[in-house]
């Protein structure tokens, strides 16, 4: 199976709502790999790898966030995938 990989970067009201705690959960739960962070500009951004399939899902999610959350956009690129990572960190 082809290994993708993202960066991403999460608009809205996403930080204090356990944006970041979602996000593990959901991108372990897909089997993906990467990581995620609060930035300095009141968003949320990160990178997750795994298959096509996983990617789409775990895009939806981000789109939707927590139910505290107001994510007003998500911002995505294909990047080059990384070896040797083995799980998904907040």
Same mark, same amino acid.
């Given at each position: 199976?082809?290994?993708?990989? &993202?960066?991403?970067?999460?608009? !809205?009201?996403? %930080?204090?709502?356990?944006?970041? @705690?979602?996000?593990?959960?959901?991108?372990? !739960?897909?089997?993906?790999?990467?990581? +995620?962070?609060?930035?300095? $500009?009141?968003?949320? &951004?990160?990178?997750? %790898?795994?298959?096509?399939? #996983?990617? %789409?899902?775990?895009?939806? $999610?981000?789109?939707?966030?927590?139910? #505290? #959350?107001?994510? +007003?956009?998500?911002?995505?690129?294909?990047?080059?995938?990384?070896? !040797?990572?083995? @799980?998904?960190?907040?």
């Amino acid at each position: 199976m082809s290994q993708k990989r &993202i960066a991403f970067k999460v608009h !809205g009201t996403v %930080q204090g709502v356990n944006f970041r @705690s979602f996000t593990e959960k959901k991108a372990s !739960g897909y089997g993906l790999t990467g990581w +995620v962070k609060n930035s300095d $500009d009141e968003k949320v &951004i990160g990178e997750a %790898q795994g298959s096509g399939e #996983a990617l %789409q899902k775990f895009k939806k $999610d981000l789109g939707e966030g927590p139910s #505290a #959350a107001k994510v +007003v956009k998500v911002e995505t690129d294909e990047i080059e995938t990384k070896s !040797g990572e083995t @799980s998904f960190s907040a």
